[in-house]
């Protein structure tokens, strides 16, 4: 048995960040520490009682139970596409440019597969999402980072994107509303990435789970003259409908797109779970005061304790930024943000994120979540403010 080798692909890939450090926090509990985690951008609320009340109902009756369509049902299918039509006026067939999702997560395995062979490039935002380079390595693709910069407001810079060499790039992974610097989706930013795209044979896919959080005005790519020929968008309820455990997302994008991402992904799952999917198709029909009370109000009383934790430090952060995070860049006498996320963990007990995870564009800025109570929020600017920062 020593001879047995883990395959290659697991050397260019660490454990995810927060999977390691969790239990760092876990044995710091057992000791007694008390950790308030402020890193995870994992909503602590519940969906909306109708919502509830779907899933149970169906999941009382005894044919709900068994194998489900891997396109996923026409309830859900009709329902992601009467969302999209009403919040962003964009029009969608739910039976050809639709494709439900077990989260975005695994949508980024899907569409890496079905587009991408091994030893072609992808284009991924430094800083972004770690699962957008990890899921690309894993697969054999070679990751070209694009730089992302606070000065442009966490927009890509479309001069430098020319000047990369793009032979034999498939895909360019965006995220608008911004993950994890809370730049807001911008008209003119999605009107340039679609032309980027048919100019070079790029496919656009753009990540867009946090567009109803902080944000009066949700915004798809897909609004975009063109987008769908070229683009796919992902969409998530995780964020939005306070679903993150379900584990229901979306991909929209023109038939041939998601006839060739369904070929992939009917043959790795077997469907959802009946129950989860008409649920979902029962959430995508929350009214808009549903939405103003979870997704504005309740992150703007949060946000207010994480602007006050922020500035107890010394970070500097934009206050037009949008989404369930706060991010801000460090004062200058640290070496790095790891410097003090680690001095507030152990200090102050509490968890952070140090945005090195996200990119070497995110090394001197660090991440507080807002899904945490008021009172966890109140709780930790209190413990802080007892350290000299």
Not at 28 to 46: C, Q, V, Y
Request: include cysteine; aromatic fraction near 10%; charge should be neutral.
């Amino acid at each position: 048995m020593t001879d047995i080798r883990p395959a290659e692909r697991l050397g260019l890939v660490s454990e995810y960040y927060f999977s390691r450090k969790l239990k760092e926090v876990a044995r710091l509990n057992a000791e007694g520490r008390d950790i308030i985690s402020l890193a995870i951008g994992s909503p602590d609320m519940p969906p909306s009682e109708k919502t509830i009340d779907k899933l149970c109902e169906v999941a009382r009756r005894p044919d709900a139970h068994g194998y489900q369509p891997t396109m996923g049902t026409p309830e859900l299918r009709q329902a992601m596409a009467d969302f999209y039509k009403r919040w962003y006026g964009v029009t969608l067939d739910p039976a050809t440019e639709i494709q439900p999702l077990i989260g975005s997560k695994e949508g980024i395995l899907h569409v890496t597969l079905a587009f991408v062979n091994p030893g072609d490039k992808v284009l991924v935002p430094n800083p972004g999402y770690p699962t957008y380079t990890s899921l690309s390595r894993i697969l054999g693709a070679e990751v070209v980072n694009y730089n992302l910069r606070e000065d442009n407001g966490w927009q890509p810079d479309f001069d430098e994107l020319e000047s990369i060499d793009l032979t034999n790039v498939k895909l360019m992974w965006t995220n608008y509303p911004n993950m994890p610097t809370g730049g807001n989706a911008r008209k003119e930013t999605y009107e340039r990435l679609v032309d980027f795209a048919r100019r070079h044979g790029i496919v656009v896919v753009n990540d867009n789970p946090y567009s109803f959080i902080l944000n009066d005005n949700p915004m798809s790519l897909l609004q975009t003259e063109g987008a769908k020929d070229c683009c796919i968008e992902f969409n998530s309820m995780s964020k939005s409908h306070n679903m993150p455990g379900w584990r229901v997302g979306m991909c929209a994008s023109n038939t041939t797109f998601i006839n060739w991402i369904l070929k992939v992904k009917s043959n790795i799952d077997s469907g959802t779970f009946r129950g989860i999917q008409l649920a979902a198709a029962e959430a995508y029909a929350n009214d808009e005061e549903w939405h103003r009370q979870a997704n504005i109000e309740t992150y703007s009383r949060r946000r207010k304790y994480a602007e006050s934790i922020m500035q107890t430090l010394g970070c500097t952060f934009d206050n037009k930024q949008v989404g369930m995070f706060l991010w801000g860049k460090i004062p200058e006498k640290y070496n790095n943000a790891e410097q003090l996320t680690e001095r507030v963990l152990h200090e102050s007990r509490v968890f952070i994120t140090p945005g090195f995870i996200f990119g070497s564009n995110g090394e001197r800025y660090i991440r507080i979540s807002l899904c945490a109570k008021e009172e966890k929020l109140q709780e930790a600017l209190k413990r802080i403010k007892t350290s000299e920062w």
